[in-house]
């Protein structure tokens, strides 16, 4: 009670006269888990400083102090009990959540400063879900914790979870996930003034620089990158040149490198693969950066595609439907493939360049693209994957197909509405309107979608799963003992009533064998009939 009002000079006396702070309440906790959730530094240096202090006493939801500390992020009892007892620092709970992964899972800095440098706690300790300090931080979004365990006490970069995640699996799922926000933001907001748009941008800008205070070399990384980049850039241009790998896959057989789809994305991690000794050798590096290279040729060829060849497809496909009509009045035909006519020497032109999305920018660049001598081949450019100078591959050929197909298959979960929803990032399109509200995963290739839009631009939204309320519950909850009261034996609660008493009352003909009064009113049963 002294601890719960803080009261330090009761605390004390209650102390000097033998009362056992170790004894636990019906949470099941002590008088020092109630002081550090206060934030009580007179009370809890008193009690750390009791001789007969109990360390490893948890409460029900097995937290020891320590434990209950790092989550509250209270440094100074932090402080007190890994001097008190180092022992106790790697020590987990049930879960497998060590100090270290409390405070970074909340965003402590200084709590997990004082349990890496104090309490030499170990930087990859792993939970039962073999996640490490550095995987919660990341995927929590503490950015000034991420150059602590990187730089400072060399946590591991390649450590997997059991979904086989890394560290760069992670943040570059931030980076490809930020576009998406932004543009749920941006469309929620348009009904708002411009002011509440301007201090909107604001508080962003500033949450950014305080996540960068206390992080002097990514906030050195991010004045090289180009103006308004994520923080989580910077994080994943630190993560390489440290060593991550690039190519290390999860469970679904992704890598972070098929995970980008972003050129300046790449290039950004381009330019921080360095050879460097104190990182690893330079073998690594350069199949690394090697990997890199590949990568962002594969991307300038679809952005080179997508951004010069689309207008003239779009524009061929126009010209195609204007002269259909032509056609009619005697003019030539045109060629079915190409959408054009014939030249006077009967010649037919390539084939049209396949849309944008349907090679996975996720496969590495082949090398039939790319000359002896360097650079880029500029047929593999205009013709594509059918082009005759680059055999396609089957997957690409069945993704293109899956692609352009889409648009007129049925959905493949109900296989009666259309399909008319596209799923992002993957870009697929397999479902109606209906059965796309419950989908989380893409059934074609299997990653998480997060958002779906409709072939018109809209954003669908997965509507909400309607609960009963806690009134019709009641209601339902008194009918179902309504009706078993009507027609259960109030014995047994388990066989229908099938005798009557002359009381009024009745039972089942088992219970109603022995019983000599009637159960309810204890009147005598002189008369025993059955109910059919």
């Known amino acids: 009670v002294a601890v719960n009002k803080q009261h330090p000079a009761c605390v004390s006396l209650l102390l000097l006269y033998s009362a056992d702070a170790n004894i636990q309440d019906s949470y099941g906790d002590t008088a020092l ?20 202090l109990n360390l490893t006493r948890r409460n029900n939801r ?81 950015v000034s914790l991420v150059e602590l365990l990187v730089i400072h006490h060399g946590a591991d970069l390649n450590c997997q979870d059991e979904d086989g995640e890394t560290a760069l699996h992670l943040t570059l799922h931030k980076i490809n996930l930020q576009p ?8 929620a907001g348009r009904g708002d003034d411009e002011s509440s748009t301007q201090q909107q941008s604001s508080s962003q800008s500033t949450a950014a620089s305080e996540s960068l205070e206390n992080t002097p070399m990514i906030a050195n990384i991010m004045q ?31 890598s972070p490198l098929q995970s980008v789809t972003d050129l300046t994305v790449l290039q950004a991690l381009q330019s921080y693969t360095v050879n460097d000794p104190a990182n690893g050798s330079s073998e690594v590096s350069n199949a690394t ?51 054009a006519a014939p030249s006077a020497g009967g010649v ?58 889409s648009s007129g298959n049925l959905c493949m979960i109900c296989v009666e509405g259309a399909v008319n929803v596209r799923f992002e990032p993957c870009g697929h399109s397999i479902t109606c309107d209906e059965c796309a509200t419950r989908v989380k995963k893409c059934l074609h290739c299997h990653s998480m979608v997060h958002q779906k839009v409709r072939h018109d631009g809209q954003i669908l939204l997965g509507e909400p799963r309607q609960l009963p309320s806690s009134e019709r519950l009641r209601y339902l909850e008194s009918k179902i003992a309504d009706i078993e009261e009507a027609h259960c034996c109030s014995i047994c609660m388990e066989r229908r009533r099938s005798v009557a008493f002359m009381c009024g009352h009745s039972a089942c003909v088992v ?19 059955n109910l059919y």
């Open 289 to 339: 950066r090697l990997d890199l290279d590949m990568k962002a040729l594969d991307l300038a060829a679809e952005s080179i595609r997508s951004t010069i060849l689309e207008p003239a497809h779009s524009n061929i496909i126009g010209d195609t439907s204007s002269s259909a009509g032509s056609s009619l009045g005697g003019h030539p035909p045109q060629n079915s493939l190409s959408g």
């Open 62 to 142: 097995g937290f020891n102090v320590l434990h209950h500390a790092a989550l509250k992020g209270n440094n100074y009892a932090t402080e007190k009990l890994v001097s008190r007892g180092r022992q106790c620092v790697d020590v987990r709970k049930d879960d497998g959540f060590a100090a270290l992964h409390l405070a970074c899972l909340n965003g402590h800095r200084h709590v997990a400063e004082t349990l890496l440098t104090m309490g030499r706690a170990d930087p990859n300790l792993t939970n039962n879900k073999r996640q490490t300090p550095l995987l919660l931080t990341i995927a929590q979004g503490h």
């Open 224 to 254: 090289g990158l180009p103006l308004g980049s994520s923080p989580w850039l910077g994080v994943a241009c630190l993560l390489v040149q440290r060593g991550a790998s690039v190519t290390v896959v999860n469970s679904r057989s992704v």
């Open 348 to 405: 037919i032109p390539p084939a049209l360049p396949p849309p944008r999305g349907s090679i996975s920018s996720s496969q590495p660049a082949s090398p039939a693209r790319f000359l002896p001598g360097g650079g880029i081949n500029p047929s593999s450019l205009l013709c594509g994957p059918s082009s005759a100078s680059q055999p396609a591959s089957p997957a690409r050929v069945a993704s293109a197909t899956q692609n352009e197909k």
């Open 180 to 187: 998406h926000q932004q543009q749920e933001s941006g469309n």
């Open 511 to 529: 219970c109603a064998q022995t019983l000599t009064t009637c159960h309810m009113c204890r009147k005598p049963i002189t008369n025993k009939i």
């Open 33 to 52: 888990h109630d002081a550090i959730g206060k934030d009580s530094i007179e009370i809890v240096e008193t009690l750390t400083n009791w001789s007969r």
